[in-house]
């Protein structure tokens, strides 16, 4: 598989009302009334892995924010855009090392005295991509 573009969520992985982990979703998320508002933000965001090397994930820049704040931001290296209207929010490097594609979570600490490794492996399920508590498919589908 080619993982190289632009992806969007279709299911999360949430805990239902007997606190079992279930995958659910976007559509049912984001229809769903009792879905937190910044939830729906953070399930609407898509995700590039980019050829630099480099897994962004980028949602819509907030309403009600100013050019003059955009323009601030990007020249102080606080915001990096994606096309028009979406940021960048967060932006993790990936690789692939023996045939396995693997991105840096970012997680630091060690566990029993043993080092955490940050590295994650990317799989593919149900013709779908994982990556943390989501499951992926090409924007365009």
């Given at each position: 598989m080619v993982y190289s573009g632009l992806w969007k969520l279709k299911e999360v992985l949430v805990f239902n009302e007997d606190f079992e982990r279930v995958w659910k979703?976007?559509?049912?998320?984001?229809a769903d009334e009792n879905?937190?508002?910044?939830?729906?933000?953070?399930?609407?965001?898509?995700?590039?892995f980019s050829d630099d090397g480099f897994v962004k994930m980028m949602m819509p820049i907030p309403e009600g924010v100013s050019q003059e704040e955009i323009d601030e931001a990007l020249s102080s290296?606080?915001?990096?855009?994606?096309?028009?209207?979406?940021?960048?929010?967060e932006k993790h490097p990936w690789k692939e090392t023996d045939g396995k594609i693997k991105y840096d979570t970012g997680t630091k600490g060690t566990v029993f005295g043993e080092p955490i490794d940050p590295w994650d492996e990317v799989k593919e399920e149900d013709g779908m991509v994982r990556i943390l508590t989501y499951h992926l498919v090409r924007a365009d589908q």
């Open positions: 979703s976007v559509d049912e998320l984001l879905t937190d508002s910044s939830d729906k933000k953070l399930y609407s965001m898509l995700i590039e290296g606080e915001l990096e855009l994606y096309g028009d209207n979406m940021m960048v929010f």
